[in-house]
């Protein structure tokens, strides 16, 4: 499938922000912790969401979708220790079923998780597994498989010696039920992390900590099921705001969404002049006769500015005034896509693979593109609406995985995006 987007219109509207993918990618997983029927609400339609729930079925467990967005999870009595080859290539947030299934089966078997190609080779998994470890996991590589094996899991102190989302997410979810008391530390302390937290909370879990650096879990003997209601999706809303603010054409109203989650990219917008205002669940964007000027990013650790955000702003940033550095701090491949701005008539200068200097204002041309991940595909597409003339863009599965019916919601703001 294609976007064929014919760019250069003005946009103006109300758009709304769908629940967050990389949190609730996290609760097919944690939903193998109990037995009892789990509610999520929000969930975003999307692939990845998909794949994790073709995964959930795959090992034997039941989901149902109740209505739009809403779905019900229950996991089945025989947990099946491996995880198919087929799923586990397509998303790498697919590790997190490994620590609820060494939990409840004693062994674990998968082989090595895909995902966006943004990292250099395979993205490690290396955390994860010293961190089973520590708790008491034995591992052996067979035929292109790691084989997990544990009879109990118990309590451990873990150091990460790089901060990693799904890293925290998966022993914290994981020492839940191991015997006695898990401290990590150098934790990342993202808002998916705190809401997930939070449910595991509600569900009868013991986590201290979520949102700090430190995270404390007493383990504890069983988990109950509940309501989980997914945050609103943060990277969305942040890249609604920087087409928004790009575009300078019209006013844009970006509802349900949590703006204290973007501090990050507030501070830039009030560097770069952009014309905005914050309420407690939405985002006014209003155009200004101000000339929007340049500013250098480096991509940090939440509450930095989320790596996940860089394409957008690398986008956003071909249409303000002056140069702006670009160092991409976390992945050493999520800035090559630059080069395909640059054919769309951007100035671009790469120093390295992970920075890049953007001198602007510059006038973008449409072009045939193919989107090479989630990240990139949407900047491209932001870059194809801010240009003039007709953008093609191949390979939009990579942005389908992440942002709902994003041509028919972009498109009630004026954009003119087709899918063929
Ligand atoms: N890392 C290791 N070893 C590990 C784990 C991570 O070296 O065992 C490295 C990674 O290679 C990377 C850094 O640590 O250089 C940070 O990776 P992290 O583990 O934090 O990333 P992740 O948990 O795999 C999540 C999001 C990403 C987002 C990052 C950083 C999900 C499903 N994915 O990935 O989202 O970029 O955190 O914020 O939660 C996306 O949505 O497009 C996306 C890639």
Same mark, same amino acid.
């Given at each position: 499938m294609k976007f064929i987007v014919n760019g250069g219109k003005k946009l103006e509207g109300e758009i709304e922000v769908k629940g967050a993918k990389n949190a609730a990618l996290k609760i097919f997983p944690v939903a193998l912790l109990t037995k009892e029927t789990i509610l999520v609400s929000n969930i975003p339609e999307i692939e990845d969401c998909l794949r994790a729930q073709e995964m959930f079925e795959a090992l034997g467990h039941k989901a149902k979708k109740i209505s739009c967005g809403i779905i019900e999870l229950k996991a089945q009595n025989n947990i099946c220790p491996e995880l198919p080859e087929n799923l586990v290539n397509?998303?790498? #947030?697919? *590790?997190?079923f490994v620590g609820p299934t060494l939990a409840a089966c004693g062994e674990a078997r998968f082989p090595h998780p895909g995902g966006c190609? *943004?990292? #250099?080779g395979t993205r490690p998994i290396d955390l994860f597994l010293k961190g089973f470890q520590k708790m008491g996991a034995k591992i052996e590589i067979k035929n292109g498989y790691y084989c997990l094996t544990a009879k109990k899991l118990k309590g451990a102190e873990i150091f990460f010696n790089k901060i990693t989302v799904t890293g925290t997410e998966s022993l914290m979810t994981t020492a839940t039920l191991a015997e006695g008391e898990t401290i990590l530390k150098n934790c990342a302390m993202e808002p998916e992390i705190i809401s997930l937290a939070e449910y595991l909370n509600k569900s009868g879990s013991k986590i201290k900590g979520a949102g700090t650096p430190t995270i404390i879990i007493k383990g504890v003997k069983k988990l109950h099921g509940g309501e989980y209601k997914i945050i609103p999706d943060r990277i969305e809303a942040g890249t609604f705001a920087m087409l928004a603010a790009a575009s300078n054409s019209g006013e844009i109203l970006i509802k349900n969404?949590?703006?204290?989650? /973007?501090e990050a990219l507030w501070a830039l917008f009030d560097r770069i002049g952009v014309n905005y205002l914050l309420s407690k669940n939405s985002i006014r964007i209003k155009p200004t006769k101000r000339k929007l000027v340049s500013c250098d990013l480096t991509t940090h650790e939440y509450p930095g500015f989320a790596t996940d955000l860089q394409p957008p702003f690398t986008t956003f940033m071909t249409q303000t005034y002056g140069s702006s550095l670009i160092h991409?701090?976390?992945?050493?491949?999520? /800035?090559?896509f630059a080069d395909i701005l640059t054919q769309m008539g951007a100035n671009i200068i790469m120093a390295d693979p992970h920075r890049v200097v953007v001198s602007g204002q510059t006038k973008l041309r449409g072009k045939k593109v193919v989107s090479p991940d989630l990240r990139a595909g949407i900047a491209l597409l932001m870059a194809g609406i801010l240009a003039t003339g007709k953008t093609e863009i191949d390979n939009i599965y990579q942005i389908e995985r992440g942002y709902e019916k994003i041509s028919e919601r972009l498109n009630n703001l004026g954009a003119e995006i087709k899918k063929v």
């Open positions: 397509k998303f790498r #947030a697919s *590790i997190m190609v *943004i990292g #250099a969404c949590e703006p204290k989650h /973007l991409e701090t976390i992945y050493d491949r999520r /800035l090559l």
